[in-house]
């Protein structure tokens, strides 16, 4: 299996799901569950981003 280019695939999508959650924070109201929700997913993906590149 490779691994770079499925890592190099999560870290694009644990920036996309940052920016979204940065998005939704910056836009209040009932946003934050979008914003809480997107940064749980950034995280969980960038962390699996990181594993893969190694």
Known sequence: MRRRPL???FLVLAVGFAV???LAAL???TA???AVAA???AV???E???RMLR
């Open 44 to 46: 969980w993906m960038g």
């Open 32 to 34: 934050w569950v979008i």
């Open 7 to 9: 890592g190099a695939l």
């Open 20 to 22: 979204v959650g940065l």
């Open 39 to 41: 940064g749980v997913l």
């Open 27 to 29: 836009a209040g109201g």
């Open 48 to 50: 699996s981003a990181l």
